[in-house]
């Protein structure tokens, strides 16, 4: 069982204590392996972006303003380009990830191209989106540097639609035609992953409509993975009834003589959640405390590394202890760094301490990264840069890990100016 916790800055920090379980001597803290992909002004870039949004008002200005501008349409999207954006995504297309994609590969840091156009809800714009994920897919075929390709069902189906499914609510003719429709361009999605074994990971969303997906992406899971892992689903581990559902599954997935994926994460709509339940007089479907998550998500891990012969797991986090303690889990089971059941994914832009030591360390390590019309990609940004406010306590150990490192690097320019200077003498 993992240790306690200790509540410091708003975070609740577990103590991490490397013990010979670890396999190999994995420390987050090696900030030279965590942005040795970065240049010196990337950095600097990065140390802003940070100082911006550690600030909650600074960040809340910000978002004001740039949503301000892009109301009004000044034209500060080369500003964005070159700031956050280039920070947290790969680029406009596909093609212009390609570069992000060679780098990181350099570092033994895998892609997952992640669409990240919201907002959009005709019949057109979701096949639109159809076709774009099956790029990713086609662009994914035999490369391994591409291990992964993601979609949200909120992206191919109407969000309303996908509640009132769930809600029970009578549908009408029409609808049941929308919801054919989704459904025709999910299995169009997953068949072409099939076909080109490239696993496909389905994102978790609001509990309004997860029911809806989850229903969706079963099917997908019974029809493509009879063989191997092609399907991947999402649980959010602060929902309460998570680890049933993940008991649930793999049940579902013993009966069906088919092999379970999941991507484990934690759950982004925390707020969206109380709020929502608050409003109908509900209970929160989200755990009541930080810790009640920590555990869930720890104990999901092992419960997958305790059924590996029949599940394989994403661990989507930026939380240093559950990664770390993933590791010790992997080798407690005798399973090497780069068994193809576990993988580590991080969102790209954050927690390189996590992806790059890992990946150094010879584990399977993916990036999400976002790519898409700066515009578009804009809802994207704005939620990263709530996430990363002192509130969320995630900005604070960022621009600690980048301020570690510039200063790591100035120290061994100056050594080097030092030594130049001795050798010319
Ligand atoms: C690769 C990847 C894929 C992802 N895919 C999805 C997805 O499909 N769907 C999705 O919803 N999210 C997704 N996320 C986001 C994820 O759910 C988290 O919001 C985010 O990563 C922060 O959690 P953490 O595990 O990094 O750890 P931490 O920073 O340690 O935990 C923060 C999280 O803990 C939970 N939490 C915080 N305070 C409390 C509290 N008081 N009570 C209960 N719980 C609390 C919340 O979930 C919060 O986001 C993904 C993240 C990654 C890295």
Same mark, same amino acid.
């Given at each position: *069982?993992?240790?306690?916790?200790?509540?410091?800055?708003?975070?609740?920090?577990?103590?991490?204590?490397?013990?010979?379980?670890?396999?190999?001597?994995?420390?987050?803290?090696?900030?030279?392996?965590?942005?040795?992909?970065?240049?010196?002004?990337?950095?600097?870039?990065?140390?802003?972006?940070?100082?911006?949004?550690?600030?909650?008002?600074?960040?809340?200005?910000?978002?004001?303003?740039?949503?301000?501008?892009?109301?009004?349409?000044?034209?500060?999207?080369?500003?964005?380009?070159?700031?956050?954006?280039?920070?947290?995504?790969?680029?406009?297309?596909?093609?212009?990830?390609?570069?992000?994609? !060679?780098?990181?590969?350099?570092?033994?840091?895998?892609?997952?191209?992640?669409?990240?156009?919201?907002?959009?809800?005709?019949?057109?714009?979701?096949?639109?989106?159809?076709?774009?994920? !099956?790029?990713?897919?086609?662009?994914?075929?035999?490369?391994?540097?591409?291990?992964?390709?993601?979609?949200?069902?909120?992206?191919?189906?109407?969000?309303?639609?996908?509640?009132?499914?769930?809600?029970?609510?009578?549908?009408?003719?029409?609808?049941?035609?929308?919801?054919?429709?989704?459904?025709?361009?999910?299995?169009?999605?997953?068949?072409?992953?099939?076909?080109?074994?490239?696993?496909?990971?389905?994102?978790?969303?609001?509990?309004?409509?997860?029911?809806?997906?989850?229903?969706?992406?079963?099917?997908?899971?019974?029809?493509?993975?009879?063989?191997?892992?092609?399907?991947?689903?999402?649980?959010?581990?602060?929902?309460?009834?998570?680890?049933?559902?993940?008991?649930?599954?793999?049940? *579902?997935?013993?009966?069906?003589?088919?092999?379970?994926?999941?991507?484990?994460?934690?759950?982004?709509?925390?707020?969206?959640?109380?709020?929502?339940?608050?409003?109908?007089?509900?209970?929160?479907?989200?755990?009541?405390?930080?810790?009640?998550?920590?555990?869930?998500?720890?104990?999901?891990?092992?419960?997958?590394?305790?059924?590996?012969?029949?599940?394989?797991?994403?661990?989507?986090?930026?939380?240093?202890?559950?990664?770390?303690?993933?590791?010790?889990?992997?080798?407690?089971?005798?399973?090497?760094?780069?068994?193809?059941?576990?993988?580590?994914?991080?969102?790209?832009?954050?927690?390189?301490?996590?992806?790059?030591?890992?990946?150094?360390?010879?584990?399977?390590?993916?990036?999400?990264?976002?790519?898409?019309?700066?515009?578009?990609?804009?809802?994207?940004?704005?939620?990263?840069?709530?996430?990363?406010?002192?509130?969320?306590?995630?900005?604070?150990?960022?621009?600690?890990?980048?301020?570690?490192?510039?200063?790591?690097?100035?120290?061994?320019?100056?050594?080097?100016?030092?030594?130049?200077?001795?050798?010319?003498?």
């Amino acid at each position: *069982m993992p240790e306690r916790a200790e509540y410091r800055d708003n975070l609740y920090i577990y103590p991490i204590v490397y013990t010979m379980e670890s396999p190999l001597e994995v420390t987050f803290e090696d900030t030279r392996v965590a942005f040795s992909y970065k240049s010196d002004q990337e950095l600097r870039k990065a140390r802003f972006v940070f100082s911006v949004v550690n600030h909650p008002w600074a960040s809340a200005v910000a978002t004001a303003l740039v949503k301000g501008a892009l109301a009004l349409r000044l034209p500060i999207q080369g500003l964005i380009r070159k700031t956050v954006f280039q920070h947290f995504c790969g680029g406009e297309s596909i093609e212009s990830a390609e570069s992000t994609i !060679l780098h990181l590969a350099n570092y033994g840091v895998n892609t997952i191209l992640d669409y990240s156009v919201e907002g959009e809800d005709s019949e057109e714009d979701f096949d639109r989106t159809t076709q774009e994920i !099956l790029h990713t897919v086609q662009k994914a075929r035999g490369r391994k540097q591409i291990p992964f390709c993601v979609f949200k069902v909120s992206g191919l189906a109407d969000a309303l639609l996908l509640e009132k499914v769930q809600s029970g609510k009578a549908v009408t003719d029409d609808e049941i035609q929308a919801l054919e429709r989704a459904k025709g361009r999910i299995d169009k999605i997953c068949s072409r992953a099939y076909e080109y074994d490239v696993p496909v990971l389905i994102d978790a969303e609001e509990t309004w409509i997860q029911d809806t997906v989850n229903m969706l992406a079963y099917e997908m899971m019974e029809r493509y993975n009879k063989e191997s892992t092609i399907v991947f689903i999402t649980l959010q581990m602060y929902l309460t009834d998570a680890s049933k559902k993940l008991k649930d599954a793999y049940h *579902m997935a013993t009966m069906h003589q088919i092999y379970l994926g999941v991507k484990l994460v934690r759950g982004a709509y925390m707020e969206k959640e109380r709020e929502r339940a608050a409003e109908f007089g509900h209970r929160s479907p989200v755990h009541p405390t930080k810790e009640a998550t920590d555990d869930a998500f720890n104990n999901a891990l092992a419960f997958c590394l305790d059924h590996k012969q029949r599940i394989s797991v994403m661990c989507g986090s930026h939380n240093e202890y559950s990664n770390y303690y993933l590791t010790v889990l992997m080798s407690k089971h005798g399973m090497r760094p780069a068994d193809e059941r576990v993988w580590f994914a991080q969102l790209y832009g954050m927690s390189d301490n996590i992806s790059f030591n890992l990946a150094r360390a010879g584990y399977n390590v993916a990036k999400y990264v976002p790519y898409g019309p700066v515009r578009s990609v804009m809802p994207y940004l704005f939620r990263r840069a709530e996430e990363n406010t002192s509130v969320y306590g995630q900005s604070s150990r960022e621009l600690t890990l980048i301020r570690k490192e510039l200063r790591r690097r100035r120290g061994v320019n100056e050594m080097g100016m030092q030594m130049y200077g001795y050798i010319s003498l």
